[in-house]
Structures are given as structure tokens and as C-alpha cells.
């Protein structure tokens, strides 16, 4: 039986609608549930606590990311690659130089929106897969059929994903003209995700890159969001917990229109609001989860359980750790002097234990006299964050020599 020929796409108007045009209400009522948990977040911790759990959600958004791809390591491999202390196997030093890559990538264009970088338009795309790809050597860039992937570079080649053949090489600079016409303006609070999550779809399905779309795409949505999560909560998280479904989505966002009742562009109105509305779904429950994650009284908890079981199974791990702990997250850096004061013991004991506590990870500090601050170490996440980053756990040498 002859397959129907794949739509060749030449022309802008072939992807509208690019927004929904049906449903606004909802997908705005929804919205502002998610801004409001999301501002409430901001202010849940110190802002010290808050940076360096801002660093561990980086490392895990290049986890999460690569594993959507199928190209991830274990996340003790991305904590080695951080220190420069990569593996002797190649391929397994290859995903954590592109986990590395990942967070710096993530961290540079950070900067660039908060530099007034309009994250939702064509060019800044282009830096986001230029800020990831660059770091990497020629050798880190292949894809698999031995082609060169050229930092920020438009493809050249025509590909199909899927059903789905994108736009030919040469109309790419049509579509993505009408992508920043539509998406590069300012939005309302009420409409940024329904826009974000419309962006990211209609970037997929441009496909601009020869390879690393997803990975670029997913950069720019975190970007977008970035004026409200403040990089507290994440949507690759999200999206690689439920990878069937995110895959899905985007694909029936990619039909062609369903009849009158459709909208009235080219392709399906209907299949792209419930991708935003499943978009803004599970944005509410990364923010959701977070909240709870992040709620005083259930850390306070925590940081009692957390303290309790390592004091079991090290001597220099003492109960008396857990006021000054919590402490430490509740109100920020504190001097060593006044950490020791709060354990309570005697001055040579609780200097034993604040020792403990920074060799341990628990505890961070910059220096032999800096002030101290609370921190998030791998191995004990199931304690303080448990199921933020679950994959952490993982202790065995198996999981790490494989690359998880």
C-alpha cells in the first residue's frame, strides 16, 4: 500500500497557527496558579541557599536533558566533570564533557536574559545551540551518520523526524522570520506559557539544526521561563519523566487542521492548545513539587532525619548538628564561630563537627576562615530533596563506570 507523499513546507503560513486561538481563559486561569506558586518560591530559603540549589537543579536540567536524547551519564559522572576529573572510558568522559558543556551553556545564557536577550525569537536559538555545541571539541560534535554539527549553524541538509520533513534548508530563514514575528513580542504573565509552550513546538517542528534541536529548544524554554522560576524548578525534569508523552504531544501538534471546527490555519489549532495545555500542566506540578520540597517546617524535618542517619553510621556526625543546619538554610551563610555556638557542645568538639560536616559535603564554605553555608551534596538528597533527583542516589560502581 503507497504511503501519502509528505507535505513539503515552503511557506510561513503552512505551520499556523502558531498560538491558540480557542480556550484562552483556561489556559490563562491555569497560568496564573503557576506564577503565583512560582513567586512564592523565590522567597521560601535564603538566597544563598537558593543559588547553590540553583547549581544542583543546572547539573540535573543536563541530566534530565541528555537522557530525553538518550545520551546521559550518571549524575555522580556530571558532579566528577565539574571537579575536571573525567572518566578513562570514552564514552563515557564524552557525555560528561557534554553535561558540562550543558551547564555552562545554561549558565551563559542565563546571563544573556537577564542582559535583556529576547529568549523567544530565531537568533537567541541560534546562541543556545552555539553556547552548547561550542564548548565541545569536532570530535564531541559528530552525529551518528559521521556529520559535522556546526555551533548555532542552520542546517544544510533536508531530514524527516518521525512523519514529519521539516522545512528544506532554503525556506528556514522564512520560518523562522515569522517564528520571531509571533513569538519575539512582550507578553502578559497570563500568556507567556501558553506562548513558550507554543514557541517550543513550533521550534521542533522547524527543526533548524542538523542535530541538538531538542537540547537548544529546551535551553530557550528555560530561558523564557526564567523571569519566573529563577531556575528553582524545571521543565526538563518534567519532560524526561514523562517522555512518551512529551514526544507524543509535540508529534499531534504537528497534524494538519481537523475540519471547520479547527481553527482556520494549516495545521491542527485543536492539537496545539492541548500541547499547551498539557505544557502548563506540567509546569504546575515542577513548581508544585518544589513548594513542598522546599516548605520550612518539611525541611526542618528532613535535615532532622538526614542528621539522625549519618550520626548512626558516623561517629562525627552529632544531633546536635541539625539547629545549626537548619539555620544555615533558613537564614544563609553564617560565621563558623556562631555555627559551633548554636551546636551547644564544647568549643573543640563542635569545631570536630563543623569539620565533619564540610568534609561530609553538608556544610560549604570558601575558605579555612569564610563564613559557612548549607549545601546540597548528592548522597544526601534522598534526605533533603527526596525524588527531586532520584537517579543520585545510585551508589554502585556499575552505574557509574556505565555511565547510568
Not at 510561513?12 to 484562552?24: I, M, N, V, Y
Not at 546571563?111 to 535583556?116: D, L, P
Not at 551518528?144 to 521539516?166: C, D, F, K, T, Y
Not at 542528621?307 to 537564614?331: G, T
Request: neutral net charge; charged residues 25%; glycine residues 6%.
Amino acid at each position: 500500500m503507497a504511503h501519502a507523499p509528505i507535505a513539503r513546507y515552503t511557506q510561513a503560513h503552512q505551520f499556523e497557527p502558531l498560538l491558540p486561538q480557542s480556550g484562552l481563559e483556561d489556559l490563562r486561569r491555569r497560568s496564573r496558579d503557576v506564577v503565583e506558586q512560582s513567586y512564592r518560591l523565590s522567597s521560601s530559603a535564603h538566597g544563598v541557599t537558593i543559588a547553590s540549589l540553583r547549581e544542583l537543579l543546572r547539573a540535573m536540567n543536563s541530566y534530565y536533558s541528555n537522557r530525553i536524547e538518550g545520551q546521559s551519564t550518571h549524575p555522580r559522572n556530571i558532579e566528577r566533570a565539574l571537579r575536571r576529573d573525567f572518566s578513562d572510558k570514552p564514552d563515557v568522559a564524552r557525555m560528561q564533557r557534554l553535561a558540562l558543556a550543558h551547564i555552562e551553556a545554561e549558565r551563559e545564557l542565563e546571563s544573556r536574559v537577564q542582559a535583556g536577550d529576547v529568549p523567544l525569537t530565531a537568533a537567541f536559538v541560534r546562541k543556545a545551540h552555539a553556547a552548547l555545541y561550542g564548548r565541545l571539541a569536532e570530535s564531541d560534535r559528530v552525529t551518528a551518520n559521521n556529520r559535522l554539527i556546526v555551533p548555532g549553524g542552520l542546517r544544510h541538509q533536508q531530514v524527516a523526524v518521525g512523519r514529519h520533513e521539516p522545512p528544506p534548508p532554503e525556506a528556514l530563514p522564512t520560518f523562522l522570520e515569522r517564528y520571531d514575528q509571533v513569538y519575539g513580542c512582550p507578553v502578559t504573565l497570563d500568556d507567556l506559557f501558553f506562548t513558550v509552550a507554543a514557541a517550543h513546538q513550533r521550534m521542533a517542528w522547524i527543526h533548524p539544526f542538523l542535530d541538538g534541536n531538542g537540547r537548544a529548544s529546551r535551553l530557550q524554554t528555560h530561558c523564557a521561563l526564567f523571569c519566573l522560576s529563577g531556575g528553582l524548578w524545571s521543565v526538563s525534569r518534567g519532560l524526561a519523566r514523562q517522555r512518551d508523552a512529551y514526544y507524543a504531544h509535540l508529534d499531534a501538534a504537528d497534524g494538519p487542521r481537523q475540519g471547520d471546527l479547527d481553527g482556520r490555519g494549516n495545521l491542527s489549532e485543536k492539537m496545539l492548545r492541548e500541547w499547551c495545555a498539557w505544557f502548563i500542566g506540567l509546569c504546575e506540578d515542577q513548581v508544585s513539587f518544589m513548594a513542598r520540597m522546599l516548605n520550612l517546617d518539611n525541611m526542618k524535618t528532613r535535615i532532622q532525619a538526614l542528621v539522625i542517619f549519618r550520626a548512626a553510621h558516623d561517629k562525627k556526625i552529632r544531633h546536635e548538628a541539625i539547629v545549626p543546619l537548619y539555620h544555615l538554610f533558613l537564614a544563609g551563610p553564617t560565621s563558623r564561630g556562631e555555627f559551633q555556638q548554636m551546636t551547644g557542645l564544647g568549643e573543640r568538639t563542635a569545631r570536630s563537627l563543623l569539620s565533619r560536616l564540610i568534609e561530609t559535603g553538608l556544610v560549604a564554605s570558601d575558605g579555612h576562615t569564610a563564613p559557612v553555608r548549607f549545601a546540597f551534596p548528592l548522597d544526601a538528597l534522598q534526605f533533603i530533596l527526596p525524588e527531586l533527583y532520584p537517579e543520585a542516589a545510585t551508589s554502585s560502581d556499575s552505574a557509574v563506570e556505565s555511565g547510568g
